[in-house]
């Protein structure tokens, strides 16, 4: 018997209740996708602490994937871009390390207002990127187990 995916999901949380919606995507359409599969939720301060706990889980060989979401906003002083990058390019490291896939779902808007319009389009958006992020995740493991088998891909 094949065990089903197991999967973690890192959050992010300054604006939780966007990023949150991510997460409810993400678990939605995995239920979709792959009704035995699995998901562990982890919550950390901001989107500059994921790369390392995505690392850290990625080393355990428990996950078949890691996605990560966070809402890095532009505080009109530049420092979203450095933090953005930063974070994409860990995320990226963290996977070229360790074999395990790793799907980023965070954005960063610019002009981004926490009330009114933007805050209701981007709480929509989450929902959509994390299904998205589901989408990709299930593509992958599926590939890993069709060119390396169930024992690699629940470890790599």
Known sequence: MTKSPNFAFIKARWHAEIVDQAFA?????????????E???FDVPGAFEMPLLARKLAETSRF???????????GGIYRHDFVAQAVVSGLMEAQ????VPVFSVSLTPHH????GE???FYHAHFVHK???AADAAVQVSKLNTQ???????AAA
């Open 25 to 37: 995507g993400f678990t939605e359409r995995l239920a979709e996708l792959l009704p035995g599969a």
């Open 39 to 41: 998901v562990e939720s």
């Open 64 to 74: 078949d994937g890691i996605a990560a979401a966070a809402l890095v906003v532009d």
């Open 96 to 99: 070229m390390s360790t074999g």
């Open 112 to 115: 981004f207002q926490p009330k």
């Open 118 to 120: 933007h805050e209701s």
């Open 130 to 132: 994390g299904r998205e």
């Open 147 to 153: 060119l390396f088998g169930p024992a690699v891909s």
